[in-house]
């Protein structure tokens, strides 16, 4: 479960599909306003309701979470409570945050995790990409590197050279903008994803020469492949894998939905309204069954793969769309 800091963020992605439910400054409120920060009364809540179900681990995102003005204080409650924070930044960061950020885990005694998202250097301003180049120095051994697709021309290359030479942590997440379901984010058909195989699989040989692991999050399709193409990935460690479910958020003032890109149409749930995550799991299960269960392409349908849950047939706001383009 991902908790959002705030609704506010000072990079604006093409392919955010977190914008249902951020506030950028150039253009003002989202299209669901919500609260700009977490009230640190509604944080505590958020993290008794982990503590309660046992669970080890909390998302901390935005937005760009450092934004909160108590930004350190709540990542040491979170840890006080137990807690691993896994901390989802884009890096820019003042030399004051980074501070404070440092002092509170040296005094809990944190080895905090952060993942930094990093977008290729053509669309990061000179100004950001210093911002970044400075945090890695900083902070960067607790950093693993993220990179979000969005169009079929790109080169993620950089990132293997970002991780030797800042020697942040060996392993790089990989990320398919996915769509809002009912937005118009950048984002790649899925049919066109097997175009992207071969650039993939240059860094996954990268990773590979240089001991980095490779991981794919949720939404990517295993006929993007072929099948030498996935056997090179299992040789090459890299964490393939076809998923699609509940990821949970959390926003600002407690309403919760199972993803960003189904985040629109999970309007009206509120994390209080549960016992534990186990449940709030089940309810968007039951709730979006259909739409995790249908795959993105016609071949879905009776695809072995899917009938076999090696692959969920793509993201479930690809499905939405198909339906009700
Ligand atoms: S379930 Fe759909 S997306 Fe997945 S491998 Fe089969 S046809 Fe491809
Ligand atoms: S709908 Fe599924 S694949 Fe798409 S973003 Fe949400 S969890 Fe990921």
């Keep these: 479960m991902n908790i959002l800091l705030t ?7 093409p392919y955010c599909f977190a914008a249902a439910r951020i506030s950028y400054p150039q253009s003002g409120a989202a299209t669901d ?11 505590g809540v958020a993290i008794d309701f982990l503590v309660r179900g046992r669970q080890r681990v909390v998302g901390l995102l935005g937005g760009e979470p450092s934004l ?15 807690l691993d924070t896994k901390i989802f930044t884009n890096g820019l960061w003042p030399e004051g945050t980074i501070d404070a950020f440092l002092r509170a885990a040296e005094a809990q005694k944190q080895r ?4 930094l998202n990093l977008n290729q250097r053509a669309i990061t301003p000179d100004p950001q990409h210093a911002a970044q180049e400075a945090f890695l120095e900083r902070i960067g051994k607790y950093c693993a590197l993220s990179f979000n697709i969005y169009e079929p021309d790109f080169d993620p290359l950089f990132l293997v050279d970002v991780v030797r030479r800042f020697r942040t942590r060996r392993d790089i997440r990989l990320g398919i903008a996915e769509p809002l379901a009912e937005s118009g984010n950048a984002h790649i058909d899925v049919a066109d994803y097997p175009k992207l195989a071969g650039t993939l699989m240059r860094l996954a040989a990268a990773c590979d020469e240089h001991g980095i692991r490779l991981g794919f999050d949720c939404g990517f399709t295993l006929c993007m492949f072929t099948p030498e193409q996935i ?36 309007a009206g749930v509120r994390l209080t309204d549960f016992d534990d995550l186990r449940a709030l799991v089940r309810h968007f299960q039951k709730h979006f069954g259909p739409l995790y269960r249908t795959g993105v392409l016609e071949e879905c349908i009776d695809c072995r793969h899917r009938l076999r849950g090696r692959c969920t047939g793509g993201c479930a706001a690809h499905v939405f769309r198909r339906f009700q383009p």
């Design 33 to 43: 306003p919500a609260p700009e920060y977490i009230r640190e009364a509604d944080f």
């Design 7 to 13: 609704s506010r963020c000072n990079r604006r992605c």
């Design 231 to 266: 056997g090179r990935l299992v040789l090459a460690g890299a964490r393939f894998r076809s998923s699609c479910g509940p990821v949970i958020d959390v926003g600002t003032d407690l309403s919760v939905w199972a993803c960003f890109p189904l985040s629109t149409l999970s």
């Design 68 to 82: 909160h003005p108590a930004f350190p204080e709540l990542a040491a409650r979170a840890w006080s409570a137990g």
């Design 112 to 115: 905090p995790r952060l993942v």
